[in-house]
């Protein structure tokens, strides 16, 4: 048995999970949604090397990866389909720029939706072996509520339980003792 310091995974995770339940605020809510990622993702190497099991590592960065890829490709499209919108409307383009923008719209929503849930289910994958490896709850809670709400976001409560997840990861990061035996 080692005993391992955790104080930096704590401080990150901690840091972190402050930053992801700020994104519920207008324009700065992505900065520290961003934010917050990076240092989870912090903390999370830390945890990993410090356990030594990089199976931690592996597991959070096959949800990481993903999530940035869709999270800035949700954003270029907002940006491209509000301007696109704006000037289809004010050139009076042939046809309907509300349904077609709105055909596109539903695409993407259900292409963000789908992989929206391949990360949470690969988020849930590491949070449970974080679990195993500090016996927190927290961390298996914040995985199932978090995979749980990324199903449920097709009929708007998912959003909620995605939140509550995060609530849950600060809890954990903030629960977690300074030093721990492995």
């Keep these: 048995m080692n005993n391992v310091d ?7 995770g901690t840091i972190g ?3 992801l339940t700020t994104f519920v605020i207008p324009f700065l809510g992505i900065i520290g949604f961003f934010s917050g990622l990076l240092f989870i993702a912090k903390a999370i190497v830390e945890l990993s090397n410090a356990t030594k099991d990089p199976l931690i590592y592996k597991k959070f960065m096959a949800g990481f990866m993903p999530n940035i890829i869709l999270a800035i490709g949700l954003l270029i499209f907002e940006i491209f389909f509000g301007v696109g919108y704006l000037i289809a409307k004010n050139l009076k383009a042939q046809g309907s720029p509300t349904a077609f923008f709105l055909l596109i719209s539903i695409m993407v929503f259900i292409l963000g939706y ?11 994958l590491a949070f449970d072996k974080i679990y195993d490896a500090t016996k927190d709850i927290y961390f298996k809670k914040a995985g199932k509520t978090m995979f749980l709400g990324s199903l449920l976001t097709i009929v708007g409560i998912g959003i909620v339980l995605v939140y509550i997840s995060y609530i849950f990861i600060l809890k954990a990061f ?4 300074q030093n721990m035996e492995l």
């Design 174 to 177: 903030m629960s977690l003792p």
């Design 6 to 12: 955790l104080s930096r995974v704590k401080r990150y």
């Design 17 to 19: 999970g402050i930053l």
């Design 114 to 124: 789908i992989l929206g849930i391949v990360v949470a289910y690969h988020y849930k």
